[in-house]
């Protein structure tokens, strides 16, 4: 009898032993809200900024601006006609550029900045993605004066003492070297 007792407890318990494993849960769950509220945020960011740019655009008729299809606008201030290569991944180009308030004030003046060497889309340089984005439009001579949202500027973090967060600014370009891949 206690054979039994004994063996049918040792079968019960390998039994009930045998569970698969359990998923394990997070010890403090959010909702998510925050994520959704940044994104809300950003829209309504995005929509301000995208109609005080428009409103710069349609009261300056001495330039004609054209749309970037990443998300900003610009316009040449000179502009080179001849067919001729734009830079490329991995090109080494060099540049001025100069950052301003949308109403002109000078941020970073060109000379502060001084003469840029980058090389497209792989050096590690701390530029604006607007920029980035703004040099591959542009051929060796041209220059380009840009509209950028703060996203595709200083964003969130702005600069220290003179540019405050989620500002809008335009910058203008100068391209004055492009020197291509070789082994294309």
Do not use: H
């Amino acid at each position: 009898m206690m054979r039994n007792i004994l063996l049918m407890s040792t079968v019960l318990l390998c039994l009930l032993s045998c569970k698969g494993p359990e998923a394990r849960r997070p010890v403090k769950s959010t909702s998510g809200t925050f994520i959704k509220e940044s994104a809300e945020r950003n829209k309504i960011l995005y929509e301000r900024e995208e109609k005080v740019i428009a409103n710069i655009i349609k009261g300056d008729t001495a330039n004609s601006y054209l749309s970037s299809d990443s998300g900003f606008w610009y316009y040449y201030n000179v502009k080179d006609t001849v067919p001729s290569l734009l830079p490329k991944v991995g090109d080494a180009v060099t540049f001025t550029y100069d950052v301003k308030l949308l109403t002109g004030k000078v941020v970073l003046s060109e000379a502060e900045n001084g003469l840029q060497n980058y090389k497209i889309d792989q050096s590690n340089q701390e530029l604006i993605s607007g920029i980035r984005d703004g040099l591959k439009l542009m051929k060796a001579g041209e220059t380009i004066t840009f509209l950028f949202p703060s996203y595709k500027a200083y964003g969130y973090y702005g600069i220290e003492n003179k540019l405050g967060t989620n500002v809008p600014v335009q910058s203008t370009v100068t391209l004055k070297t492009i020197q291509t891949l070789e082994n294309d």
